[in-house]
């Protein structure tokens, strides 16, 4: 596996595959990867000739007094888990890198201006995806990819990131991989690493709260108020739980619907002592 840590480095290998013919895929990451990321990697293994993930954590999405300095970080064990998942090249940069002008400073942004960023994370997270679709779009451009692969466990942000394909013409597929989960149903997160054992027990609350909202769902629970509430209870009959947001959306456009159906995403973002957790399900598909 090749270990780039700059953009002409990065674009003088992409192009050399072109000129072999082969597909490229792309899979970003903020590194301290887990099985979730190994399951994007994987399966654009599966899809593509080459496969590039980047390792980056990326000051523009992280608001001042957020986890920027403490974001886990370990690249060697972030390489060996890369390299058995059938990953050709890591792209490491440097902030500066990424951003000339150093600290994390750029001028220019990609940014959605509808509501699409401003519910759920966004009311908490303002600048959040303003960051996120500036990084990713940077990404798309060093590394022309055919597809990239996102999580649905950021189900926002995947579809902030289509949305942002669409009205830019990237020309790129966008491919949602399943959330990938612990035994009692924790997603795997790289803040997962942040939690004490006894908040580690108190985080299966998240995923036993989304199951409550599937079962009302198949038992033909149409209003949204109903059923949120009830995850709602759920979240807070744990007492290290302290519930951000519990939403029900449309799982494309992310705006908040009355009536709970398919393709409606309930989306939830807890607080477990100091680490912020998010987890989904979109109702009658899992
Ligand atoms: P991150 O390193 O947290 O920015 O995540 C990088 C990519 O991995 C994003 O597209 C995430 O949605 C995805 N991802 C993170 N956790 C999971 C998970 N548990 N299952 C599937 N994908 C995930």
Redesign the pocket.
Known sequence: MIIANTISQVRDQVRQWRREGLTVGL???????????G??VGKAAEDCDRVVASVFVNPTQFAPGEDLASYPRDFERDCEILEKQGCSMVFHPSVDEMYPDGNGKTDTYIEILNDMPKQLCGRTRPNHFRGVGTVVGKLFNIVLPDKA??????AQ??AIIRRMVRDLSYGIEIVG?????EPDGL?????NIHLKPDERKAAAVLYRSLKIAEEMASDGEKSSKTVTDAVRAEIEKEPLAEVEYVSAVDSLSMEPVETVGKGTLIAIAVRIGQTRLIDNCVLNTI
């Open positions: 899979v970003p990451t903020m590194g301290y990867l887990h099985e979730g990321h399951s994007l692969y996102f999580g649905e466990k950021d942000q995947l991989c399943p959330i990938v989960r997603a795997k997160s790289s803040r």
